[in-house]
């Protein structure tokens, strides 16, 4: 019997209302979709509420208004922290609900963290640190026009701001695993529940792209999605995409730390052929790791055989 069947079990259905029998209209359709995705993303839809709820009411209530502090400057000062208090309170209030339907919600979401293998966890986190390596290092060199223009100054006008600790703990721990939870986790097993798998996919990427806004950060992301939810379904369980994501998400921070010297940022970055480089190299151990994963490269092949 598979987790997620064993599982299942124990829990609860998220969802009672089924695929309506027989013909539908378009409009019947139109409103079962419609019905069904607004269900989907009820939890993205906090997600997206609760860090801005947080830095208003800290605004607010914490005195800055009175001290003479803009907004913006608010914003650099504590915005970090704000958004990690707000993704906190998103994994709680989650977990809350679940609680009342007689789970938690890392069984709900099928995020088994003891269940996961040593080899293959360091395998999915290099997949994408080398994955998010080379998209980065061809994006640099490809040619300025429009949508790399704004990829490019967006990447630029990414900031850590004054609260590193929060920023890195937001950036490696809780956005992975929030995101997987409800984009994984709730969303494409709430569409899976009622339609056919490559729909529930497609669905799910198209909306994990689309709350990343910069056009060439949605293109990448909705790929990033696709290959989550592939591999999320797969193991069943939902912690090897969360090492995929966490891994995707260390080369921003090993960029900040690398760039914030301006010696260490030019022995590692002057030159359009070291980025080339770093690309090359990233492409080739994402290529060679899926290729291992998928069973298209047998390592077993190339061990030497004893005499």
């Known amino acids: 019997m598979k987790k997620k069947e064993r599982e299942k079990k124990e829990l609860k259905p998220l969802i009672t209302r089924k695929w309506p029998e027989g013909e539908l209209t378009t409009q019947q359709k139109i409103w079962w979709y419609g019905w069904l995705v607004l269900r989907a993303i009820a939890p993205l839809l906090l997600y997206a509420v609760m860090p801005s709820l947080c830095l208003c009411i800290g605004y607010v209530f914490g005195g800055y208004e009175d001290g003479g502090m803009t907004f913006e400057e608010f914003f650099t000062y504590g915005a970090n922290f704000y958004t990690t208090m707000g993704t906190v ?39 994408g640190y080398a994955s998010a390596t080379a998209v980065s290092a061809f994006l640099t060199l490809m040619p300025r026009f429009f949508l790399t223009s704004n990829y490019t100054n967006a990447s630029r006008a990414t900031d850590f701001g004054r609260d590193l600790i929060f920023s890195m703990m937001t950036l490696l721990v809780l956005a992975p695993v929030v995101e997987e939870i409800i984009f994984r986790g709730h969303m494409l097993n709430t569409l899976l529940e009622h339609i056919p798998e490559n729909r529930s996919i497609l669905i799910s990427s198209i909306i994990f792209a689309l709350m990343h806004v910069n056009p060439i950060w949605m293109l990448y992301s909705f790929l990033l999605g696709h290959i989550l939810a592939k591999t999320s379904m797969k193991e069943d369980n939902i912690a090897y995409g969360v090492l995929l994501h966490i891994g995707f998400n260390l080369t921003a921070a090993v960029n900040y730390f690398t760039t914030a010297d301006p010696q260490v940022s030019q022995a590692l970055y002057d030159g359009k052929w070291k980025i080339f480089l770093y690309g090359i190299f990233g492409l080739a151990i994402s290529l060679a790791l899926a290729g291992l994963y998928t069973g298209r490269i047998d390592i077993r092949k190339y061990r030497r055989v004893k005499v």
Request: aromatic share 12%.
């Open 89 to 127: 309170l998103t994994l709680w209030i989650l977990n809350r609900r679940a609680k009342r339907r007689g789970s938690n919600i890392f069984k709900e979401s099928t995020l088994f963290v003891r269940e996961l293998r040593p080899v293959k966890s360091l395998g999915f986190l290099a997949f």
